[in-house]
């Protein structure tokens, strides 16, 4: 019993924090779409963590007072790599180039789709086991 209400609760917040997560990045890429400078990066270089079996690029781009920034895709995984040399669409907001996103409508929805879809398959799990119980 008491088992089940830790599970129940680690799901509950698991799934509130994955919410949290896509309404924020929602709201971030709203301000993008509406206020955000577009410019192009390279993709520089491929980096891989030691618990991922994918590459994640790492683009670097030029910001509007002409130093370089590099970052890597907020949005990542299987199917959502660049090859190394690749030009991609950036946004940022402006005097803001640490919220730099990769502007394509694969980088954009990736990211958002994939925390609300946690978020309900945890707060779904919770539910699950509220009703088998």
Request: hydrophobic fraction near 45%; charged fraction near 20%; charge should be positive.
């Amino acid at each position: 019993m008491a088992g089940e209400v830790v599970g129940v609760g680690l799901c509950v917040m698991a799934g509130l924090l994955c919410l949290w997560g896509g309404v924020r990045e929602a709201r971030l890429q709203a301000r993008l779409r509406r206020y955000g400078v577009h410019t192009e990066g390279v993709v520089v270089d491929q980096e891989q963590a030691p618990s991922d079996d994918f590459l994640t690029p790492v683009i670097e781009f030029t910001d509007q007072q002409g130093r370089p920034v590099r970052f890597q895709p907020a949005a990542r995984g299987t199917g959502l790599g660049l090859d190394l040399g690749t030009q991609v669409p950036v946004v940022h907001l402006p005097e803001q180039p640490e919220t730099a996103r990769v502007f394509t409508r694969k980088h954009r929805r990736s990211g958002i789709v994939g925390l609300f879809t946690g978020g309900m398959l945890f707060l779904g799990a919770a539910v699950l086991v509220m009703l088998t119980r």
